[in-house]
């Protein structure tokens, strides 16, 4: 399998559950590993591939419409959406927020998939508890 790598991608997110957060966006730094065939290695068509601007362009455009609590709720709807729109193989996911504890350069989580996990996880029942 083939990998696309895109680091240190830098948006603006509202993302946070404390009163100074919910006050506006504030950064955060997305890098992605994304599982691809080889087929465009082959064709040196950008139609066997993943567009990568494109992929940054949605992903900023989606943290710009949408306020998470969690970092984690983020970084799983983040990594859902890149699996429906760009279809890649896997998806290995890293959200951080720079600085945002004292003498702490970061603090973030990072997720892997594979297709076939969101796929199962997509069309598995969902179960409210009491």
Do not use: C, W
Request: hydrophobic share 45%.
């Amino acid at each position: 399998m083939n990998q696309i790598f895109i680091d240190d991608i830098r948006a603006q997110a509202q993302v946070g559950i404390y009163p100074e957060e919910l006050a506006g966006s504030q950064p955060v730094i997305l890098s992605l590993k994304l599982g691809i065939s080889g087929r465009a290695a082959r064709s040196d068509r950008i139609e066997d591939t993943i567009d990568y601007a494109v992929l940054v362009a949605r992903l900023r455009g989606t943290l710009a419409e949408r306020r998470f609590g969690l970092l984690e709720h983020l970084a799983e709807h983040l990594a859902s959406l890149i699996f429906d729109e760009f279809r890649p193989l896997s998806v290995e996911l890293t959200v951080h927020k720079p600085e945002v504890l004292p003498a702490v350069g970061r603090v973030g989580v990072m997720i892997a998939r594979a297709l076939d996990e969101h796929l199962n996880a997509a069309s598995a029942p969902r179960y409210e508890m009491a």
